[in-house]
């Protein structure tokens, strides 16, 4: 069974599309980024993606990474994100996937870790680091645990790797929109729109698209052609400057890219 995958689909049945937001876990404190967990759900987020803050985040842009060092600093540790599945998922129904390098996966034991993720009632992983052919271990846990499992895919992705993204994802493709690092951005690269259209012909039932999504006009924009919208940066930028209630009312915002027009 899918957690996210039957969100996914009831969001894109109801309304435009899925909102996806992303915070790393103990940002600004541990405490904090539960509550700002929380009120993303409450002000219209479907879907949760929490980062486990990591010392080499290679693929995070400034906003971030900044974030994540400070996590660090506060003394994250790869169970604090654990407690903040279980503490969240206890208070609002909305599926939680943890993003997380692979390194961090490979160091706690593949097993272990799927099986403390689903005990906390997490819904699976995104693993922008790994691709499927060198997945197996993962796979297999995952089918053991019923955790869903989200591949990332690319514009410079060949045909042949998108087919086995779409085939070993449970949940959703992640479509990464633009070349490079995360962080919000003024237009959305319209090759994410090539990418879903590549991705729906290799058979996938759900992508959804992120990296540089940041107002209500974007979310809507790229519900016209994807299932799901992701936003992060935005949403940690707001959460730094404004505290819990900041992040609660860019959701809010964000949201309403999801109306159906």
């Known amino acids: 069974m899918s957690g996210v995958g039957p969100v996914i689909r009831r969001r894109n049945d109801e309304a435009a599309g899925a909102l996806i937001g992303y915070l790393p876990v ?14 993303l759900v409450e002000n219209g987020v479907d879907v949760l993606e929490l980062g486990l803050p990591y010392s080499d985040p290679v693929m995070d842009g400034t906003v971030i990474q900044a974030a994540t060092r400070q996590a ?4 994250f540790r790869l ?45 699976g992983l995104i693993t922008p680091d790994l691709i499927p052919d060198e997945a197996a271990d993962w796979i ?4 053991r645990t019923g955790l869903d499992r989200v591949f990332l895919a690319a514009p410079t992705s060949t045909d042949v790797r998108l087919r086995q993204a779409v085939d070993s994802s449970r949940g959703f493709v992640y479509a990464v929109s633009t070349m490079g690092i995360t962080g919000a951005r003024t237009d959305v690269d ?4 090539g990418l879903v259209g590549r991705l729906r012909q290799a058979g996938s039932p759900a992508s959804c698209v992120g990296l540089g999504i940041s107002t209500a006009t974007q979310v809507a924009e790229v519900l016209e052609y994807a299932e799901g919208a992701i936003v992060g940066s935005a949403l940690v930028k707001a959460l730094a400057e404004g505290g819990v209630e900041a992040a ?5 915002e964000l949201a309403r890219g999801t109306a159906r027009k």
């Not at 208070?91 to 961090?104: E, S």
């Open 26 to 39: 103990g940002f600004p404190t541990l405490d904090e980024s539960v509550e700002a967990a929380v009120a």
């Open 72 to 75: 660090l600093a506060n003394g």
């Open 79 to 123: 169970a604090h994100g654990f407690e903040a599945v279980r503490r969240i998922t206890a208070r609002v129904d909305a599926p939680v996937l943890i993003m997380t390098y692979w390194n961090p996966v490979v160091q706690y034991g593949v097993d272990r870790f799927a099986d403390d993720l689903a005990a906390a009632g997490g819904a």
């Open 140 to 143: 297999a846990a995952s089918e």
């Open 190 to 193: 319209q090759a994410a729109r």
């Open 248 to 252: 609660g009312a860019l959701a809010a």
